[in-house]
């Protein structure tokens, strides 16, 4: 079975995009104020609205297959690939990918995928944007299922050999850390993790880091007050290497992470992106001396690592050297949805937790295929998408997992 017709329209990703370095080196950074110019390549202004591609495959038997292409919130950092314009990319989608989508037997994915996300003689051996590759995946994805007239986690099921989950996987709801009402809905709706409630510049985290011990022990107490009877989440906090710039020497920051410990009590409690390195095998060794010292001061904080662990080759590395307790499968800049699948399945065998994440610039529609590859790897955990409005988030990627376990063998692929 092949496409009919391909169709490429702009429209708005779940949130916005912010260069990441101007906002770190700056101390008069106001979010809601253009006050500092930004430092990145390609950024105009230092926070800009997000921007999709929805690619829509027209099958033969009148179905539409659809991927979004997406990038992260915080895009060209940490060797990511450029922020994503939209209509700089459509040029090359009509005149270069659209021929080539037009010969993929649509009855695969993996083979599809891997070619869509390799290297193109038509571009000098060069890769299309992981964002393009992200969302040309998901389309293709979406048309084998349809094919087969199954569900995406079946087809992801079959061609790598796993079993599907039964129930959803946990998900962790990103909140604004200044929006108790929301954090009250996540209590009330009982998630299996919260708050995220990225903390971005130093100055987040306060003196000495007492905001962020301080929030983190309201957010205990407001899980114990509000909770129903046997809720217990685990709770989990997106610091983007501000612990790390205040505490630069890892002795100390694991004595901040102690106290940051008995503020979560009695919850479990992990940390994402401690420190922000300035390369990648900085990162990894620091990390990995960090939570060596955890172990031996017996501080029970996981370690989840983000930033410059941004493709399957770099999560290999990092769960190679075991530098961490979780990784983040940052979906959108691993390209080829693939290559996602091959991460989880990939740190389930070296014994490394990992968070089928993305971001909140992602769409509803990557939102769903992420359900879909979860179902079928059973990462540790995923993080709530699109946007950080956290109902939406937890409910379509929910919704999604209940609809599909339902749908899973009910169907069986018919003869093309």
């Keep these: ?64 297959a659809v991927g979004d292409c997406a990038d992260v919130i915080f895009s060209g950092a940490a060797s990511r690939d450029p922020l994503f314009v939209a209509e700089d990319h459509l040029s090359i989608l009509e005149s270069v990918v659209k021929p080539r989508l037009l010969t993929c037997d649509l009855t695969q994915f993996r083979e ?61 709801a990103s909140c604004h850390r200044n929006d108790h009402l929301q954090l009250d809905r996540m209590i009330m709706k009982r998630v299996p993790m919260l708050p995220h409630a990225s903390f971005v ?51 100390s920051l694991a004595s901040f992470l102690a106290q940051l410990q008995r503020s979560a009590q009695p919850y479990d409690l992990l940390i994402e992106s401690p420190i922000i ?45 075991g530098a961490v307790d979780y990784v983040q499968i940052k979906m959108p800049d691993l390209g080829g949805v693939h290559n996602s699948i091959d991460a989880v399945l990939y740190c389930q065998d070296k ?10 610039n992602e769409t509803d529609v990557s939102a769903r295929v992420t359900a879909h590859v979860a179902l079928a790897t059973k990462p540790g955990f995923l993080l709530s998408k699109p946007g950080i409005g956290a109902d939406e988030g937890v409910m379509i990627l929910t919704n999604e997992m209940l609809r599909a376990s339902a749908l899973a063998g009910r169907t069986r692929p018919h003869k093309l």
């Design 277 to 321: 390195a300035p390369t990648q095998s900085e990162q990894i060794r620091r990390l990995a001396d960090l939570r060596q010292l955890l172990r031996m001061r017996s501080i029970h904080v996981q370690i989840v690592a983000d930033e410059w662990c941004n493709t399957l080759e770099d999560i290999r590395k990092f769960a190679d050297a």
């Design 351 to 360: 014994g490394v937790g990992c968070c089928l994440g993305g971001s909140a």
């Design 1 to 64: 079975m092949y496409a009919s017709e391909i169709q490429f329209v702009v429209g708005l990703s779940g949130y916005f995009v912010k260069d990441l370095q101007a906002v770190r080196q700056s101390p008069t950074y106001d979010p809601l104020v253009d006050n500092i110019p930004p430092q990145t390549p390609g950024f105009k202004s230092v926070v800009q609205a997000g921007q999709a591609i929805s690619i829509l495959l027209h099958l033969p038997n009148g179905t539409i």
């Design 112 to 172: 599809n995928a891997i070619i869509m996300d390799g290297p193109w003689p038509e571009l000098q051996q060069g890769k299309l944007h992981s964002a393009v590759r992200y969302g040309i995946t998901q389309a293709l994805l979406a048309a084998t299922a349809l094919a087969h007239r199954c569900t995406m986690a079946e087809i992801i099921s079959r061609e790598w050999g796993t079993a599907l989950s039964h129930h959803p996987i946990d998900i962790l």
């Design 201 to 251: 510049h130093v100055h987040d985290i306060g003196p000495a880091g007492k905001t962020l011990i301080d929030y983190t022990q309201t957010v205990s107490q407001r899980v114990q007050e509000r909770g129903s009877p046997g809720y217990h989440p685990r709770l989990h906090f997106d610091v983007y290497g501000t612990i790390g710039d205040l505490f630069p020497d890892n002795a």
